[in-house]
């Protein structure tokens, strides 16, 4: 069983749609909770962290921990075409000497 | 633009050479970490460095060496590659916490 568990996709969903995309893990000392947004062939940009359970939303981002069902989630409103990327999510101990471990990413596609 | 810069954008080398890629990090940071991202293994950390000091260790083959200099650049020397090492390879960098990390535009590497 790999650390991170994420679907790859792709999920394509119309334009203005409410898009769920998720991870599982099983260390449970992962602390830190990144999604990142990969457009092809270019860097991951980090859109937001989460420290612990709970929920944090930006803009049109909402993200969610569950840490009792090593579960999270990143909720995307009113998508739109610039959105289609593929998102990663990240984790981290936290204390500042490790590297993040990484899902596969999802690919997502919103449709005009 | 994430502030970090990567040199060369695309290498191209046979089996059994070696190359050296360069990383600047975000002006502040101290830490660096180089990541390599495959089609089947996904992104995947491999080292750390901050202040000039390794912090952590990853996913890192023998035949790959990293350094962090004075003015905080890193290099990541990769030797005797084979046809596997074939991927993008991402720097990152951050402050003295791990969890918020900002990728560079990755160097593609191919080898023939």
């Known amino acids: 069983q790999k650390e991170v568990e994420q679907d790859p996709g792709p999920l394509s969903v119309p334009e203005g749609a409410i898009v769920s995309l998720n991870c599982t893990y099983s260390?449970?000392?992962?602390?830190?909770f990144m999604w990142y947004r990969q457009y092809s062939r270019k860097g991951p940009e980090l859109l937001m962290y989460?420290?612990?359970?709970g929920n944090k939303e930006d803009g049109r981002f909402t993200a969610q921990v569950d840490k009792s069902s090593k579960y999270i989630s990143l909720f995307i409103r009113d998508s739109q075409p610039s959105d289609s990327a593929t998102y990663l999510c990240?984790?981290?101990?936290?204390?500042?000497?490790?590297?993040?471990?990484f899902g596969k990413g999802t690919h997502l596609i919103i449709q005009p | 633009d994430s502030g970090v810069t990567q040199t060369p954008k695309h290498l191209i080398t046979a089996t059994g050479q070696r190359v050296t890629l360069r990383c600047s990090p975000r002006?502040?940071?101290?830490?660096v970490y180089w990541y390599q991202q495959s089609l089947d293994q996904g992104l995947q950390f491999l080292i750390q460095y901050y202040n000039g000091e390794e912090r952590a260790k990853g996913n890192i083959l023998e035949r790959f060496s990293a350094q962090q200099f004075p003015d905080l650049h890193s290099e990541l020397n990769l030797s005797s590659l084979e046809l596997g090492d074939s991927a993008l390879y991402f720097c990152?960098?951050?402050?003295?916490?791990?969890?918020?990390?900002?990728f560079g535009p990755g160097t593609r590497l191919t080898v023939t």
């Open positions: 990240a984790m981290s101990e936290g204390g500042g000497a490790d590297g993040l471990t």
């Open positions: 990152a960098s951050s402050g003295y916490t791990s969890y918020e990390q900002y």
């Open positions: 260390n449970s000392a992962f602390q830190y």
């Open positions: 989460t420290y612990s359970s």
């Open positions: 002006s502040g940071d101290l830490s």
